[in-house]
């Protein structure tokens, strides 16, 4: 007899693999905001490329018009991604390509490691995909005996540094050309003893090494920027020209690709393609553009697999005030204007996706119940320069807020001990609830100035407060309250009496 299924369907899963923080962010935040190198490093690079964002975008009259017209792209790709997904299925199928469907992290990892065994390869070249890093591909490959190398010259240096990427668009973003220049004297096969941190010589010695690991390697391993539903046609975005001898040299191609990354038609990809590379690297077209549709005989790999992606993403499409979090390009424009991204670096956030937008899309796809990443959300001053750079009109600011409140919800009625954010919000509330409250604080300000001293600040309070000035310092009170400055100001006049009397 076969089974009858009755009831509701099972809640969406939530994601696995590199999306959960070690350590909560503040933790983290304080730690790497000690680091000088990496601040100024960061400041660099950021203001650099945001400027030229600026420049470029400025070109466009229309551009407040692209935007609206990417982000309804978006909405409608979100509203209709079942029936998309098995279109592009179909399409990608039909033309000699084979799709994959993995549920999670370990799914993926999985099915792509039987895959490259299939082939009797040891080794993959890979070109740039957050999706690999998301499900720690690479760890995982080396555990089974695959060495993996990544050909993008920001990843190689990470790879090769032993490190961590930090941003979604420059993973070597806190590494200056000193730095890169000893990790290649300290872990590139064969390097030029002699090299020196000149541009030029650092990518010379990376292309020669590379190009020994694209003429030999027989398997690929790629993400998608795009999926295009009506055709069944992949796109791969990229600046160097290592995407495209990764994704036509070998004779195997995996292609690993969230689902929400589907665009209904080819015209949609037009206005991507202005979009995308203004907020990225600030240019106005990408130097590579590479588009594959299944196989083709006798050219490029021949054979073509999808391996699609959930991991946690239609558990942020189940939330319908999150759920835009998933429209982004992973242009990093929201991290080059971050004030908080700008100063605490990538590898605070812990998940492979940093700055705002992985402070969202992070807890949306593990849940926020995750403790793990129940911090991210505060990891923001809510400015709102998030939103205005967004090419897709991520509103942020407001998925934060609406995280915040998630977060207190899901810890309302835990038996916890209250936190430093809890005690703070029940001194307020005793301040403000009367005048008397306020006075008698009030009263305090000399000492404030005084435990400020001549630097007028200070850098220390005592107990729990304690972990609110390790990080900060608190400028010296005013001399005086507002109130009683208002009260000096302010004496109130002598009513006006009657001179004189009636006529
Ligand atoms: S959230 Fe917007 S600005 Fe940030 S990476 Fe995604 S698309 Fe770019």
């Known amino acids: 007899m076969s089974k009858v299924f009755i009831g509701m369907p099972p809640l969406p899963a939530f994601g696995s693999g590199n999306l959960n923080l070690t350590e909560p962010f503040p933790r983290a935040a304080a730690r790497e905001l000690g680091n000088q190198q990496l601040r100024s490093n960061l400041r660099h690079a950021t203001h650099t490329i945001r400027d030229k964002r600026l420049k470029v975008v400025a070109e466009l009259p229309d551009w407040e018009e692209l935007r609206d017209a990417g982000s309804a792209i978006k909405e409608s790709v979100m509203a209709d991604l079942p029936a998309l997904l098995e279109r592009f299925e179909a399409n990608f199928t039909a033309r000699g390509g084979k799709v994959h469907w993995a549920r999670d992290a370990a799914e993926a990892n999985a099915i792509i490691t039987e895959l490259v065994r299939a082939t009797g390869a040891q080794e993959v070249v890979k070109v740039k995909s957050m999706a690999t890093q998301e499900i720690g591909l690479n760890e995982h490959l080396e555990t089974e005996g695959i ?73 690929a391993i790629s993400g998608a920027n795009f999926g295009i539903a009506d055709s069944g046609t992949l796109a791969v975005v990229e600046s160097e020209g290592n995407g495209r001898m990764c994704l036509t040299l070998p004779e195997t191609l995996i292609t690993v690709m969230g689902i929400e990354k589907l665009l209904p038609t080819f015209a949609d990809l037009e206005v991507f393609m202005a979009l995308l590379p203004r907020s990225s690297t600030g240019e106005r077209m990408n130097p590579y553009t590479s588009l594959w549709t299944g196989v083709t005989a006798g050219d490029g790999p021949q054979d073509v697999h999808l391996v699609l992606l959930d991991n946690g993403r239609s558990a942020a499409l189940a939330d319908e005030m999150g759920r835009s979090a998933l429209h982004c390009i992973r242009c990093s424009a929201c991290m080059n204007v971050c004030p908080v991204y700008e100063r605490t670096g990538g590898h605070a956030y812990g998940s492979t996706y940093p700055g705002p937008i992985g402070a969202i899309l992070s807890p949306l796809m593990t849940g926020i119940e995750a403790e793990e990443n129940n911090s991210l959300p505060y990891a923001s001053s809510l400015c709102g320069a998030c939103f205005d750079a967004c090419p897709v009109k991520i509103n942020i600011p407001e998925i934060l807020v609406h995280l915040r409140g998630k977060d207190v919800d899901s810890r309302r009625g835990r038996m916890k001990p209250p936190s430093q954010m809890d005690l703070l919000m029940k001194g307020a509330q005793w301040a403000f609830s009367s005048g008397t409250h306020l006075g008698l604080l009030e009263k305090g300000l000399p000492l404030g100035r005084l435990a400020a001293g001549r630097s007028k600040k200070i850098k220390h309070l005592p107990g729990l407060a304690a972990r609110w000035t390790d990080s900060r310092d608190i400028p010296a009170p005013p001399p005086a309250s507002f109130r009683d400055w208002w009260a000096k100001e302010h004496v109130p006049e002598a009513p006006i009496t009657q001179q004189g009397g009636e006529a």
């Open 147 to 219: 060495a993996a190398f990544e050909t993008d010259l920001a990843e190689l240096i990470v790879q090769l540094g032993h490190d961590k990427p930090s941003h979604i668009l420059v993973p070597a973003i806190h590494k200056n050309r000193t730095q890169v220049r000893d990790i290649f004297l300290a872990e590139m096969p064969g390097v030029d003893p002699d090299l020196t941190n000149d541009p030029a010589m650092l990518a010379g010695a990376a292309r020669s090494y590379l190009r020994s690991k694209f003429l030999t390697a027989r398997v």
